[in-house]
């Protein structure tokens, strides 16, 4: 089902633009470290490594300086401060920012001069930056891979149709849209993983508002049913992989597994997705299948099971039966 991944790189000029849409940034020195970088590998540490205030210890990439940081330094003697300036000069940071409309301490910008690291400038509080920082550095370098399959908004669950080639994955989406679902991708969405638990697909730019049927070639989606039939992006919460029926599939099945279905997981970067197996097979109708999966997935993430409904009215129903035969 997956691809391959995607390694992910965060240039210094993408982060300043990007702080640019919401703060008051300014580039103060070193303007020739447009293009320094980091990459995906930096997010398999915690997030809070990404950003966050001076640390030369557990240095951050981006490295926060504020009142207290200024301060800090200005208490050093001569030889501590040189030693320290010495340390922050080692540092493969993508950037250093001074925040709260602080001054730049002249011997910082020649150390950092030096080894090419650019000292940007806010008015801006350090904590407000911060936030918004480590939020787009978490999103920018996640990891990411690229699967096989259509990826649908159903009933406000992000859902991925999964198959072989040919098996009617867009036919299925297309009948899907028609009943008020969204198109989140078709054939290639990239899924990223945001959280220890979370991932979110969005479309490759290219495939944007597309989705290929065939007899029909590529249709518009976003032209044809409005803007309400697509969706940008959608966290991943179940697989219906689609599966051609054989006489062969059901033999020696389980009887419970006649009563919560075909259910299994699909591991994606690491995290475990819910995966239910629906048999393809003429008459079927599946769009109407897929709605029923998804709204008893919802239930079963609620804490109600069908399944179990059923073998406790079976039990009540056998314990009266016995009390019953017991008074006859």
Not at 8 to 15: E, N, V, Y
Not at 97 to 106: A, F, K, M, R, S
Not at 117 to 141: C, K, N, Y
Request: glycine letters at 8%; one cysteine or more.
């Amino acid at each position: 089902m997956a691809i391959g991944g995607i390694k992910q790189t965060l240039t210094a000029s993408g982060l300043f633009e990007y702080l640019k849409q919401g703060f008051e940034v300014i580039w103060e020195t070193c303007p020739g470290a447009l293009n320094r970088q980091i990459h995906s590998d930096a997010i398999e540490s915690s997030q809070s490594d990404l950003a966050g205030f001076l640390n030369l210890i557990h240095n951050h990439k981006v490295q926060l300086i504020g009142p207290d940081e200024i301060h800090w330094l200005d208490s050093l003697d001569a030889r501590s401060r040189w030693e320290t300036l010495t340390q922050l000069q080692n540092l493969d940071v993508l950037a250093l920012i001074i925040t709260d409309g602080q001054q730049l301490p002249g011997d910082l910008v020649e150390a950092t001069n030096e080894t090419g690291i650019p000292i940007w400038r806010s008015a801006d509080r350090g904590v407000e930056l911060l936030s918004h920082i480590q939020h787009f550095m978490t999103r920018q370098l996640a990891q990411q891979i690229t699967c096989h399959g259509v990826f649908m908004e159903v009933f406000s669950v992000g859902v991925i149709i999964s198959g072989a080639s040919g098996i009617g994955k867009s036919e299925l989406a297309l009948e899907l849209i028609s009943r008020g679902h969204r198109l989140v991708a078709d054939d290639a969405p990239q899924l990223s993983r945001i959280a220890p638990d979370t991932l979110t697909g969005h479309c490759p730019e290219l495939l944007r508002d597309c989705l290929e049927v065939r007899g029909l070639g590529i249709l518009n989606v976003r032209a044809m049913f409005g803007d309400s039939a697509v969706i940008t992006s959608k966290y991943l919460k179940l697989i219906i992989h689609l599966e051609l029926l054989n006489p062969d599939m059901f033999q020696g099945e389980l009887e419970e597994n006649r009563l919560v279905g075909n259910i299994s997981s699909k591991k994606l970067l690491g995290i475990e997705i819910p995966m239910i197996t629906l048999p393809v097979a003429p008459g079927r109708n599946l769009a109407v299948l897929v709605e029923a999966a998804v709204r008893n997935h919802a239930l079963k993430l609620q804490g109600y099971q069908a399944a179990d409904e059923f073998m406790s009215r079976q039990r009540r129903m056998m314990s009266q039966e016995d009390e019953s035969d017991e008074q006859q």
